[in-house]
């Protein structure tokens, strides 16, 4: 995916091997306005994985509704969720 078709979806989630980010697009075509790492939060104790989740999309879907409850605007605080619920849930 180009930046291009990043900046015009606005928010861009997806998976590595072995972390989740979710880039929030908006301001530039050049690069993401902030860039979310799971794999980051927790480490640094921000995001604490579920340890009775029976399937690690459980994790993926709960960090999206951390992620969102940090944003400031509600549109987009609400479209992290709608992704999370379509895509994680």
């Known amino acids: 995916m180009t930046n291009e078709e990043k900046f015009s979806k606005g928010i861009v989630i ?15 075509t050049k690069h993401a306005d902030v860039i979310y790492s799971m794999n980051r939060d927790v480490e640094n104790g921000l995001f604490a994985r579920c340890q009775f989740a ?7 879907f709960q960090w999206l509704l951390y992620i ?11 479209e992290i969720v709608e992704i999370a619920l379509a895509e994680w849930c």
Request: aromatic fraction near 10%.
């Open 14 to 28: 997806y998976k590595t091997e072995d972390d989740v980010v979710c880039e929030l697009w908006g301001a530039s």
């Open 68 to 78: 969102a409850s940090k944003q400031t605007w509600k549109s987009t605080a609400k």
């Open 54 to 60: 029976d399937n690690p999309d459980h994790d993926i």
